[in-house]
């Protein structure tokens, strides 16, 4: 019993001592424009930590792009090439595919990772999708800032 008292009141001691600030987050913009369509989840962990009179900062965040054409699969089936990009105000990401049969999706899926530096949460994302001989740019925003 007395060991379980013990290991308790280190416990809480160790507990109290921490100076670790962790904090988790996930925000989803969105937008669109004549013919597409994009969500952007953008999630991750955010710590501080105070240790001898200085605060250290890391941020670890993942993201997926998810581009969606707003017609039908029939009016895309002639697409040969893709492109789409986004800009952020921390980095930037795009992706491209080529087509030597007709798409079989509507939907198109980008996603990573990165450490550094965090997107802001009421910030407004550029998005310009090419396809073919075909350009369209827009913005995305988080609804929910």
Same mark, same amino acid.
């Given at each position: 019993?007395?060991?379980?008292?013990?290991?308790?009141?280190?416990?809480?001691?160790?507990? &109290?001592?921490?100076?670790?600030?962790?904090?988790? $987050? /996930?925000? #989803?913009? %969105?937008? *669109? &424009?004549?013919?597409?369509q994009?969500?952007?989840? $953008? /999630?991750? #962990?955010? %710590?501080? *930590?105070k240790?001898?009179?200085?605060?250290?900062y890391?941020? /670890?965040?993942s993201d997926?792009?998810?581009?969606?054409?707003?017609?039908?699969?029939d009016?895309? /089936?002639?697409?040969k090439?893709?492109?789409?990009?986004?800009v952020?105000?921390?980095?930037?990401?795009?992706?491209?595919?080529?087509?030597?049969a007709?798409?079989?999706?509507?939907?198109?899926?980008?996603?990573g990772?990165?450490?550094?530096?965090?997107?802001?949460?009421?910030?407004?994302i550029?998005?310009?999708?090419?396809?073919?001989?075909?350009?369209?740019?827009f913005?995305?925003?988080?609804?929910?800032?």
């Amino acid at each position: 019993m007395k060991k379980i008292v013990v290991l308790m009141v280190v416990m809480v001691l160790l507990i &109290g001592c921490s100076n670790e600030e962790v904090t988790n $987050y /996930e925000y #989803t913009f %969105t937008g *669109e &424009g004549t013919y597409w369509q994009t969500e952007y989840v $953008y /999630e991750g #962990t955010e %710590t501080r *930590e105070k240790e001898d009179g200085r605060t250290t900062y890391s941020n /670890e965040d993942s993201d997926e792009m998810r581009l969606t054409y707003k017609g039908s699969l029939d009016e895309i /089936e002639s697409i040969k090439k893709l492109e789409f990009s986004y800009v952020t105000s921390v980095g930037s990401g795009g992706g491209v595919r080529e087509f030597d049969a007709p798409p079989n999706d509507l939907t198109f899926t980008l996603s990573g990772g990165s450490t550094g530096a965090k997107v802001k949460e009421d910030e407004i994302i550029q998005v310009v999708v090419t396809w073919d001989d075909f350009e369209e740019s827009f913005e995305l925003t988080n609804e929910k800032k």
